[in-house]
C-alpha cells in the first residue's frame, strides 16, 4: 500500500473539500522550442508538501492502475470556449481532435491511440467521443484567475468541469465513460481555447494539469479524475498528442517523474511522466517518448526478469517492440533495485538524442521524485556528468537545460561498457552499504545490446583504477624521485584494483610486454585476499622495472595477467616513462565526456600526463610548471546554466589565477571549453592571454574547418551525432591572435591562437577554443591533435631542471650539503637559487653553473631553507624555474674526528677510552660518531685498530660519518 500511495501523491489532486491540494502537472515546455519565453515557473500548487487522500480517491487510483476489463478506454473531449477568449473552431474542428486521438494510420505522427498502442504492446487502447466546441457560462479569466486554474472553487478547472457537465449532461450519457464499473467517468479530458501556461508562461493561461472534482450527473455516474489541455500551442497550431498522453498517464495512476519541486529535470525526456511528453528533441510534442520501464510494469505492459545470479553475453531487445526488461534488486532491501532495458531509436522514440543504448533505473520504494538525491525513479546517466540533477530554478529558464543527452545511456556516446560499485555512475545502494550489480561487456548489438549481468558473480571481474610510480630505487642510473619512470630508474609500479567480480583468497598479478624500453625485474605482484565489490592494492607487493630509453614517444603497453583463485583475467595497462612534455587537464565535473579526447591523445602519437580536477582539485602552478604545454579541457561542464542557479563557473578564479602564474612563466596553454565565454564572460585575462575581444554566444558547429595559410589548413573536422549539446561561440580576435579554426561554411571563428607567428621561446602561447572538442569524431579528433599539438610544442623553451637532492622534505646534516638536479638536454647553464622563505625574496645564494650540481663553501646555519634551479641553452632566453624544494639542515653535534673522550685532540687515551666502552662497560663516546674511525656506522674493535694505525703507524686520518 506504501507504493501505491506514492503513485497517487504525484499524481492527483485530491477534492478541495476533502483534503489538502497537490496537482499532477504538465512539465514546462523546453525553451530551445520557444527561446523568446524564458523564466516559466512550475505553479506553487505543484510544490507543495505530500498531502493526505480521501480513501476512495486512494482505492480508485489502486484500481486505475491496472489493465481495464476491455483492455480499452473510452473517453470523452469536453471543446470549451469562453466569451472573452473564443477557440480557432475552423481551424480546429471537433474531426481534427477525433483524428488526433483516435485514429489510425491519418495522421504521420500518430495520434494518442497510435502511440498507447505502441507503448502497451497492443494491451491497451482508448476509444471515445469529441464534443462540439461548448460555450462556458462564465469568461476565461473567471475560472483561470491569476493562478493557473488552480486556485480556490470555483474560479478554478473545477469550476470549469462543472459548468461543462451541466451544459452536456442532458445529451450525453457519462456511464459509457466508466471503464471499471466504480461508478466514475475517469477519462475526461477538458479542452480549453487557447494555448497553455506551460508555454505561455502567463498566470493567466491555464496551466496543463491532472485534479479531482466529483460532479453527479443524472445518468449515475460521477466524475472523479480529469485534466485539462489547451487547444492550440503558441503558434496557433493544433495541440500535440504529449501533453493528452503525459495527463492520461495520470488518470491511468502513473506519477509525475519530472521534480516538482523544481531543483532538477528528474527523469528528463527518457519517460512520459518525466519530461518525455515534449518529446526527446526540442520541440517534438507530437511524438513523446516511450514511458520507462517501471511505468509500464506498473500497468503490467511489461513483466521484469529477475535476475539473482548472472547472465553472459545476454542479448537485450529494443522495449519499443519487446515487452523485455530486467530486475536486479538489493539483497538487502527488497524496495531498492535496478531495471534494465534498451531504448532504441524505434517508434516514438526514434528521435532520442544518440544511438540508444542501455537505460539503467534505479528504483526505490523509499524515494521521492522531488528529492534528486534519493529519487522513486532515476536513470543512471552514463557520462557521469548527472544532466538531470541540475537545478532548471523553477523552470526552463535558459536554452542549456538538458533534459536527456546522448551520453545518457550505455554505452552511449561515451562509450561507457562499465557499470559497477566502482564507476560514475555507481550501482552502490542508497544506503551505501553495498553494490548492487555488474553490468559489464555493455555493447550495441544491431537494434539490441548485448551485454553481461552479474547479480551474483563468480567470475574475476578487475579494474586498474590508478597506479603510482615508486622512484626510490637506483638502477644504472639515479633515482630523482620526482615520480615518473626515467631512464636508467628502477621503479616499483603499485596498481590498485577494484573488485567488481567474485572476491579471491589469493589474487595474484603477472606484468608483462613487448616494449624493449623496459625491463621488468619482478613481475609477479602478490594482492592477497579479496573481497567482491572492495579496492585492493599491491602495495606490500609492488612490480619492478627497469628503464632502459628516453625516449617517451608514446606509453608503454603492459598486460597485466590476472589470477583469482585459479580464475584468470587479462587487463591492458598503458605506463609512462620519462618526463612527459604535455599535461592533459581535464576540468569536466568528473564525467565521463573527455574519454574519447585520451584515446585520441594516444593515437596521436604523443605521450601526455593527465590531471583530473574531480579527482585531485584545482591544479597549482608547480602542478603545471614543468610541462611545455598545457591541454585543458573542460568538456560539457557549465556551471552558469539556468536562471537562479549556479553549479560553479567551468573556470573558476582560482584555475584563472593559476592559468595566469603558468602563462606569467612561458608556459604554453590549450583552454577548449564552450562554456568558458558564457560562465565567465569577457575578464582582463581574456584581452591579456587569450588575445580575445567578446564573443556572440551559442551557435551550432557541425562541420569545422582550418583557416587556410595556417598551421590548422587542410583541417576538415565533423561533429559527432552522438555527441554533448553543443554552445559553440563566435569569437571576436584580438591584437596579434590567429583566427585558427572556422564554423563550415558559416564561417565563424571557433578558434583563436596566440602569437599569430607562431609560439617562440621565452614567451607565452595560448590557444582558445569555444568548440568543445570531445565532440568530433574520432578521425576528426586525431587529426585536430597531429596539426595543433606540434604547433603549441614548437619553439620550446630547454626543458626545466628537477631538483633531486635535497628533495622536497629533506632533511640532511651536513653543514656544506650538495644540491643536485637533473640535467636538460641541451641546457649551457643553470641559475640556482637558495632561500629562507618561499617566495624567494630573502635570497641566501644566487649561483650560474654549468653543472648539475652545486655546493657552496658557505655553512648552512641549522633551519629551513628552499632552493630552485632553472636551465638556459645558448642564445635562448632562461626556462622557468623548478618548483621549488624544501630542506632542513638539522643540528650537528660539533666534535673531532676519533676523539672518543671529547678532550679536543685524538691521542692515547681515546683508543683506551674505545676499549672501556667496548669490552667493559665504560660510558659511550660523545657523540657517537666522534668514535667511528673508520665511518662504518658501528663502534667496535675495527674503530679501534684504525686509530692506532693513524696514531702509530702512519695511518689514515679518522673518517667519522
Known sequence: MRFASRAMLLSILTIFALSLTTHAIMPPAPVEWYTERLKIPIPDAAKRARPLFNPQIQADLDEAALKRPRNTDNILLILVQFPDHLADTSAHPTSAYHDLMFSTGVIPTESMYEYFQEVSYGAFAIDGFVTAWIMAPQSYAYYVGDDYGMGGYPNNSQGLLEDCVNILDPTIDFAQFDNNGDGYAEGIFLVHAGPAAEESGSTDDIWSHAWYYEVMTADGISTGRYSTEPEENMLGQLIAIGVYCHEYGHVLGMPDLYDTNGGSEGVGTWCLMGSGSWGALPGNPERPTHMCAEMKRRLEWLTPIEITGNLENLVIPPVETNPVCYKVSNPLNPDEHFLIENRAKIGFDSLSRGDGGLAIWHIDYDGWQADQTHRYVSLEQADGNFDLERDMAGGNADPRTNRGDAGDLFPGACANDHFSFSTVPSSVSYDAITGIVTIANIEYYSDSIKADIHADPVLPIFRVMSYDIIDTLTGSGTANFNGDADNGETVDLVLNLSCDGVGASDLKGTLSTADTRISIIDSEADFGAVDHNTYIDNNAS???????????????????????????????????????????????????????????????????????????GTPTLNDLIMYHAVLWTTASY??????GASYGDCINASELAVFTSYLSSAGRLGLFSQDYMRDVGYNTFNNTYLHINGAMQDYKATSTIGASGTFMNGFAGNSRYSSFLDYTDDLMPGTGALEAVFNNPQGQTMMVCYPAAGPQRGTYATTFSSYGIERFDDASLVQFLQMWLPWILSNTNVEIPYPISPKNGDTVFQFTPELRWTASEGAASYHVQLSTNAGFTSIFKDTTIMLNSVM????????????????????????????????????????????????????????????NYIYKGGAEPNPPQSGDANASGNLNILDVTYLINYLYKSGPEPLCP
Open 638 to 643: 557549465f556551471g552558469q546554466t539556468t536562471y
Open 856 to 915: 657552496w663553501a658557505d655553512t648552512l646555519a641549522e633551519g629551513g631553507f628552499y632552493w630552485r634551479v632553472s636551465a638556459a641553452a645558448t642564445g635562448d632566453p632562461a626556462s622557468a624555474f623548478s618548483p621549488a624544494a624544501y630542506f632542513v639542515r638539522g643540528h650537528i653535534d660539533l666534535y673531532v674526528c676519533g676523539d672518543a673522550n671529547s678532550t679536543g685532540t685524538v691521542n692515547l687515551l681515546d683508543v683506551t677510552f674505545l676499549i
Open 542 to 616: 609492488p612490480l619492478r622495472f627497469e628503464v632502459l630509453s628516453g625516449n617517451s614517444d608514446s606509453a608503454v603497453t603492459c598486460n597485466l595477467h590476472i589470477d583469482a583463485d585459479g580464475a584468470t583475467q587479462d587487463i591492458e595497462l598503458r605506463i609512462n616513462i620519462n618526463r612527459q612534455n604535455i599535461l592533459l587537464v581535464i576540468d569536466n565535473n568528473g564525467s565521463n565526456w573527455s574519454g574519447n579526447l585520451v584515446e585520441a591523445m594516444y593515437h596521436s602519437g604523443y605521450s601526455f600526463d593527465i590531471f583530473n580536477t574531480a579527482q585531485e
